[in-house]
């Protein structure tokens, strides 16, 4: 049994609805709307529960563009690895805080430019720094900042990037050695 007082905190906290949760929820209502025409139902339900659920993710594709406008032009053309390494500058150019996905996408882009990782480095949003850390593209003194950051331990991505200066990926493999060295 869950305390009182317990559930209190929780649902006293703001929940964050950026582009990735009203996203996945869209998918997932597309999804049962799929399912759903397949269903052997009686017409009138299947009409009245269509429309319904229709409704419903036209209410999620207004709160993804109230986050951005054409949000999904611009997710698609992130998506896209034709996509310059310019168009993505562009797109990041008009990335909202909440826009969580959008900045993922961009990071995780092959053709993604050093500006646009650096810009991205500091992004609220952990999943993006992480992407960062890893990327071949990300410029060396954007990786040693990452490195040193002790809020959280992306010094382990930076080890392993292969863009890294050697002298840091050296430094930082001797830390997982010695890591690995430790009894816990």
Excluded at 109 to 125: F, R, V
Excluded at 155 to 174: G, I
């Amino acid at each position: 049994m869950v305390s009182r007082d317990l559930r209190k905190r929780f649902s006293s906290r703001a929940v964050n609805r950026g582009s990735q949760v009203i996203y996945g929820e869209r998918q997932h209502l597309q999804e049962v709307l799929r399912s759903f025409s397949r269903a052997p139902l009686p017409r009138g339900r299947k009409q009245a529960e269509s429309r319904l659920l229709m409704k419903l993710i036209g209410a999620r594709t207004e709160e993804l563009n109230r986050i951005c406008p054409s949000w999904d032009l611009k997710f698609k053309k992130a998506r896209n690895p034709k996509t310059t390494s310019r168009k993505l500058l562009r797109l990041a150019s008009s990335l909202s805080k909440d826009d969580y996905l959008l900045a993922r996408v961009l990071s995780e882009h092959p053709e993604a430019p050093s500006e646009l990782l650096e810009h991205l480095m500091s992004y609220p949003y952990a999943a993006v720094r992480e992407n960062v850390a890893r990327h071949p593209h990300t410029p060396p003194e954007v990786l040693r900042k990452l490195a040193e950051d002790s809020r959280e331990p992306l010094w382990f991505l930076v080890a392993c990037n292969p863009s890294a200066p050697q002298d840091l990926r050296e430094r930082l493999r001797a830390r997982i050695r010695e890591m690995a060295a430790t009894p816990i």
